[in-house]
């Protein structure tokens, strides 16, 4: 069961690894709506999903695949 947790926890340790990597890239992205000058290669409001809909999709599939590791172990988080 050591061995089973130990790499439970590396895992989980890649995957929230790649969680604050999402972070930082939201991060970015409101970055570069509060630098904006109006007229000049501003992003549109329209173009806003383009940017952060991968990102977040990227972060369910994230979150998803932690709970698959806790299910595989009997961690199941009750809702």
């Known amino acids: 069961m050591s061995a089973t ?3 439970l926890r ?9 969680l604050e990597n999402e972070i930082t890239a939201l991060r970015c ?5 509060n630098g904006q000058v109006p007229g ?9 999903s383009y ?10 599939a994230i979150l998803d695949d932690v709970r698959g590791m806790f299910k ?4 199941e988080a009750k809702a």
């Open 29 to 33: 992205v409101t970055g570069l709506l």
């Open 51 to 60: 940017i952060i809909d991968p990102i977040i999709e990227r972060e369910k």
């Open 72 to 75: 595989t172990v009997g961690f």
């Open 40 to 48: 000049a290669n501003a992003i549109c409001l329209s173009e806003l």
């Open 5 to 7: 947790l130990a790499g």
């Open 10 to 18: 590396s895992q989980i340790m890649d995957r929230m690894e790649e």
